[in-house]
């Protein structure tokens, strides 16, 4: 790519991109699993909307609106019955699904029901789905879809900038150029309709004049990163004989703030020098992590994204924008539709694809 390439036209703001008052539905991380113990009921903010979470005796965790539906006692103060939650209050009983299941002084429960979310427990996280029902899967990392593998959870850490923010830094071509001097341009792929991957494949492969030819005997990108949902980055770094897996779960919290949990993934290997193997590889993953946070989080927090003027070598930037604004949109706090399907969501594709797309 030109540096000096005309430039791509950029006439309208994002609507999702770096917009603290919506985000897209899909799977977010909850808390680590070890967090929520058998019995056990917890209060919890996310994504602004107030929410239960819960432990079962079979050991399934339900989260639920925070409010009781008969007077708006906060459930969180409840106990958890066999897999049942009773409310604190006048000791209303709902099962997992959120069917109320016994209220005291009636004969027969009324026929209502409390808000409940699909829920699923991956890599030692508890994930939640922002919407009615999972369109895609929990993110995973790409490259270890059918392979067995080990995660491990790292640590958790708040950044002052938008999740957005953290997720173009790692295909800025231009800061790889120029800042780490490297020949780094990226490939576009859609893995699903909620998640994009954009890798870079070895210099050798790029030069060969039959590179769709050649493409089997470079099957691995040397650098790989997956976004899914807006919100959740995977990436793959390395070549094949030392490649590092590294996922950062991003949710947006309150006071335009990250949290960020990291989790760490190996192959699994056999024996105790694939243990060792494996641990390094986790401390690489991990070092990788707190070099990339320590060089950039000054940075992040002190920047106000207006991408004005984008050139031809922040085309993968803006085809993540693209990807973003094509998403579901919810409103912060009440996680309804940011407007309707049909007619703004329609509209605002067709501008972002119209005048920013450059591929
Ligand atoms: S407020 Fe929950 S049972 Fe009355």
Redesign the pocket.
């Known amino acids: 790519m030109d540096a000096n390439s005309p430039h791509i036209k950029a006439t309208h703001k994002p609507k999702i991109f770096n917009n603290s008052e919506r985000f897209i539905e899909g799977w977010y991380w909850v808390i680590p699993s070890d967090n929520l113990g058998i019995n056990e009921v917890k209060s919890i903010t996310l994504l602004g909307r107030k929410l239960v979470i819960y432990r079962g005796q079979d050991y399934q965790v339900t989260i639920c609106d925070a409010y009781?539906p008969?007077?708006?006692?906060h459930l969180g103060e409840g106990t958890v019955e066999g897999n049942e939650l009773r409310?604190a209050?006048?000791?209303?009983k709902f099962n997992a699904d959120g069917i109320c299941v016994e209220i005291p002084c009636l004969d027969e429960p009324l026929s209502l029901k409390l808000k409940t979310w699909p829920t699923v427990e991956k890599y030692g996280i508890i994930w939640i789905w922002t919407g009615e029902i999972p369109r895609e899967s929990v993110p995973f990392v790409p490259e270890l879809e059918f392979q067995d593998y080990e995660a491990v959870l790292g640590s958790s850490f708040v950044i002052n900038c938008h999740p957005h923010l953290i997720m173009l830094n790692a295909i800025d071509t231009q800061y790889f150029q120029g800042v780490q001097v490297l020949d780094i341009g990226f490939e576009k792929q859609e893995l699903n309709q909620n998640a994009i991957i954009f890798s870079k494949y070895k210099r050798q492969y790029h030069d060969l004049p039959f590179k769709k030819v050649f493409r089997p005997l470079y099957k691995n990108p040397i650098y790989s990163i997956c976004y899914w949902y807006g919100s959740t980055v995977t990436l793959t770094v390395g070549t094949d004989l030392r490649r590092c897996y590294l996922m950062l779960a991003l949710r947006l919290i309150a006071g335009e703030q990250v949290e960020v949990q990291t989790i760490f993934f190996t192959k699994q290997r056999k024996g105790l020098l694939g243990w060792l193997f494996n641990r390094l590889m986790l401390w690489l993953s991990n070092s990788l992590v707190q070099e990339l946070i320590r060089d950039e989080r000054n940075i992040l927090q002190n920047m106000q994204f207006n991408l004005k003027n984008p050139i031809k070598v922040d085309q993968s930037i803006v085809q993540l924008i693209n990807h973003v604004e094509m998403q579901k949109p919810l409103m912060w706090k009440t996680w309804l539709l940011a407007r309707s399907p049909e007619t703004e969501v329609k509209e605002t594709q067709t501008k972002w694809r119209d005048e920013l797309t450059n591929d």
């Not at 008969?70 to 006692?73: D, P």
């Open positions: 009781c008969h007077m708006g006692a409310c209050f006048h000791h209303w």
